[in-house]
């Protein structure tokens, strides 16, 4: 009998990993992560959850390559994030990472295709697949009406529409969001949350830091707790998110 090839490598692989404050390891800072491991295949939409100050957004830094670990491993899609310098980890953001943030960030001077075209022209894409692709993404997510103007004039719904647009303009293999759903009021909380039910649908690997249980429900099918800066729980649900 043929043999079973083995399963593929996990898109995210946290191994042992330790983050100190406040001076580092070996001086006594307090551990932001201890120990921490995270493995999360192509394709999963995993929901990071915890009170302030368990290591949820330290651990999407290390992720995002903004941050090092004092001990441990982290590999994204093949790439050992934590031994990037800084030029490299900001051309690895730009490949393979997509950032959507509680408030948005986008530059209230540049209009929403302007800021949705802006990191592929970091990245060097030419002018004219990047306003294609623009336009594809704002007519995908349903602020394509909204091209021409500037983000101080969209409701917080669609800045953060614009902001996943912005996120997924180079097609990078993770999404990560940070409380995408804080700053926005219960409609458009809804609205994100739909979005990001449907993108995890269409087959793009998620993960969400939140405080919100609700949302972690309805947009994603596993969820890790973590508290001190450890992982208390890892659980897959076997409901399929709609």
Known sequence: MPSTPPPPPPLIDLRNVTRHYDGGLGTG??????????SVAAGEAVAILGP??????????????????????????????DRLGEAAAARYRRAKIGMVFQFFHLLDDLTVAENVVLPAQLAGMARAEA???????????????????YPGRLSGGERQRVAVARALMNRPPVLLADEPTGALDSASGEDVSRLLRELHADGQTVL???????????????????????????????????
């Not at 306003?131 to 103007?149: I, K, M, P, Y």
């Not at 450890?230 to 998110?241: I, Y």
């Open 29 to 38: 800072g307090v551990p932001a992560l201890q120990d921490a491991g995270l």
């Open 208 to 242: 969400v830091v939140t405080h919100d249980l609700a949302l972690a429900r309805s947009c994603t099918t596993r969820t890790v707790r973590l508290a001190d800066g450890r992982v208390l729980d890892d659980n897959a649900r076997m409901e399929t998110v709609r």
């Open 131 to 149: 306003r294609r692709r623009a336009a594809e993404l704002l007519e995908n997510l349903g602020v394509d009406r909204h091209s021409g103007t």
């Open 52 to 81: 302030s100050g368990s290591g949820k957004s330290t651990l999407l830094n290390l992720i995002a390559g903004l941050d090092r670990p004092d001990e441990g491993s982290v590999t994204v899609d093949g790439v050992r994030v």
